[in-house]
């Protein structure tokens, strides 16, 4: 199979190697201390002497330097950082150096990666965005399903917009009432922060309820409709494509609404760690290839593993840059507004 005009399947590549076979290739993996499901030692990556400060996870098969790299992620973002190389020629090493079946790791694609117009994910935005434009709403892809999520037939209305939680989270009356957002004390989001998610069109087709602070063992975090996929929609779309700028994309509902409420209107939320193929087609549809685009996941486990993958995808059609924090478990809505300001100057 030639591989000439093909595009790597980045999740193929991650899911074929470990981070053991990355570290035995190097050299490294006798030097690592194993403890259960994890192996830490010294960073190969900026040459630390601390034994504690590079750990693996083996069963997640991710890797994070808690000392001076402050980083994390996949075994194609370990090779890129120790390699100094884009994600793409990482992921290229990895398919030589482990014979990969080139039939399971490439996939066809419109451009070859390094030609016009498909910027490596590393590489720094670089052109100013031209406006949006509206435009139909894409096919769903036929995997997911062969119809959309339908408009809710009701609205909750009464919330509690001054609840002290939505105080806590930092989130002005203003924002609440933008976005529809308030404490419910009755019917099935009863007890919950019921967030309305809406369509790409505007329509409201389904709430999340969010329960107030920590949830007990057992109980979920988040309470989502029985038969609302949420694969199918990005929160905050249908206003964020009407917008200029950069775009954002974060995990969280919260992400998004405080980035908003900091000015910068142009983000939308994936509701998890993972960028749908029906997402992604959404994100393509209003994006131009001169667009930028900030891929702004929490900085942990799952955000390290997700980001560069999700990058690689959106960089087949746009400028993407990957913010990286600086201290474990921070996420987007801990920034202020100066450091949302200084994102992109």
Known sequence: MSTKNKLVDFRAVREAVSMEQILSHYGLLEAMKRSGDNLSGCCPI???TNPTQFRVSVSKNVWNCFSECKRGGNVVDFIARLEDVS?????????????????KVYTAGDRAPNKPGAMPVAK??????????????????????????????????????????????????????????????????????????????????????RHVGDPPEGTPKYKLPP??????????????????????????????????QLGHRKVVALMGSSLSPAQEALIRHFTA????????????????????????????????????FAEEGQQPEHLTADEVSALFS
């Not at 924002?175 to 409201?204: N, W």
């Open 87 to 103: 994600p793409y020629a990482a992921a290229q090493k990895a398919i030589e150096w482990f014979h990969l079946d080139p039939e």
């Open 46 to 48: 900026h040459k630390g």
């Open 289 to 324: 290839h001169s667009d930028q685009i900030l891929v702004m996941l929490d900085e942990d486990d799952a955000g390290r593993a997700a980001r560069g993958e999700i990058a690689a995808r959106l960089a087949r059609f746009a400028f993407v840059r990957i913010h990286a």
């Open 227 to 260: 038969g609302f996929r949420k694969s199918l929609e990005l929160f905050n779309l249908d206003r964020a494509k009407a917008e200029s700028g950069p775009l954002i994309v974060v995990e969280g509902f919260f992400d998004a609404m405080i980035l908003h």
């Open 124 to 209: 720094e935005l670089m052109s100013k965005p031209k406006p949006e434009t509206a435009a139909a709403t894409p096919p769903v892809t036929k995997a997911e399903s062969d119809a959309p999520n339908p408009p809710l037939k009701f609205r909750l209305d009464k919330l509690q917009r001054d609840h002290p939680y939505l105080v806590e989270r930092g989130l002005t009356l203003e924002t609440l009432v933008d976005f529809g957002v308030g404490y419910c004390d009755k019917g099935m989001m009863a007890g919950r922060i019921a967030i309305p998610i809406h369509s790409v069109e505007g329509q409201v087709v389904a709430y999340a309820g």
